[in-house]
T-cell receptor, first 110, second 113 residues
Framework: GQQLNQSPQSMFIQEGEDVSMNCTSSSIFNTWLWYKQDPGEGPVLLIALYKAGELTSNGRLTAQFGITRKDSFLNISASIPSDVGIYFCAPDNYGQNFVFGPGTRLSVLP | ETGVTQSPTHLIKTRGQQVTLRCSSQ?????VSWYQQALGQGPQFIFQ???????GRGNFPPRFSGLQFPNYSSELNVNALELDDSALYLC????????????FGNGTRLTVT
């Protein structure tokens, strides 16, 4: 079956620092989504990518769809305390089903 | 615009019992997907419903079943509960079944004792 890996598994950063995380797969996908999940809540969509090589920004967040269609990265600039949470990548092939990675747990130190 | 709502928020059941979880999809969405999220893991796909029919299923046994109603709300039923069924069950709706982003509810926390 397909394998989806996210790195790092967890990270501790100082407020104001930039963050970079990525997601790699053994399979090719046509869509990459990034979600953030806060404790006790469902995942919230951050960014959607639909084309290989696409670079998309949403405020302080930037994500890219890898040219091989097997990976994606998410960057967060100038981190703030509310960035704390678990970040999931979730690729898909035309609605077959979105597969979620194991997540990157982000902690922001004041 | 009303988001995805799930009920109940928490539930405690005994091994062997049956449970029904409910989900109201976001306005305008006709597709509902259910995910199981064990503690410390990412959500795992259970199945998806499109216009009242199952449109894909993950690696879950038949005792996990579902329904979608004409108003696109949905139910997840689990029979013969096992301890390992303890998890957060997430419902997500989407505009259609062709890869539109999922919009999640806050889940139902099921504990099986």
């Amino acid at each position: 079956g397909q394998q989806l890996n996210q790195s790092p598994q967890s990270m501790f950063i100082q407020e104001g620092e930039d963050v970079s995380m990525n997601c790699t797969s053994s399979s090719i996908f046509n869509t990459w989504l990034w979600y953030k999940q806060d404790p006790g809540e469902g995942p919230v969509l951050l960014i959607a990518l639909y084309k290989a090589g696409e670079l998309t920004s949403n405020g302080r967040l930037t994500a890219q769809f890898g040219i091989t269609r097997k990976d994606s990265f998410l960057n967060i600039s100038a981190s703030i305390p509310s960035d704390v949470g678990i970040y999931f990548c979730a690729p898909d092939n035309y609605g077959q089903n979105f597969v979620f990675g194991p997540g990157t747990r982000l902690s922001v130190l004041p | 615009e009303t988001g995805v709502t799930q009920s109940p928020t928490h539930l405690i059941k005994t091994r062997g019992q049956q449970v029904t979880l409910r989900c109201s999809s976001q306005s305008g969405h006709n597709t509902v997907s259910w995910y199981q999220q064990a503690l410390g893991q990412g959500p795992q796909f259970i199945f998806q419903y499109y216009r009242e029919e199952e449109n894909g299923r993950g690696n879950f046994p038949p005792r996990f079943s579902g329904l979608q109603f004409p108003n696109y709300s949905s139910e997840l039923n689990v029979n013969a509960l096992e301890l390992d069924d303890s998890a957060l069950y997430l419902c997500a709706s989407s505009l259609d079944r062709t890869g539109s982003p999922l919009h999640f509810g806050n889940g139902t926390r099921l504990t099986v004792t």
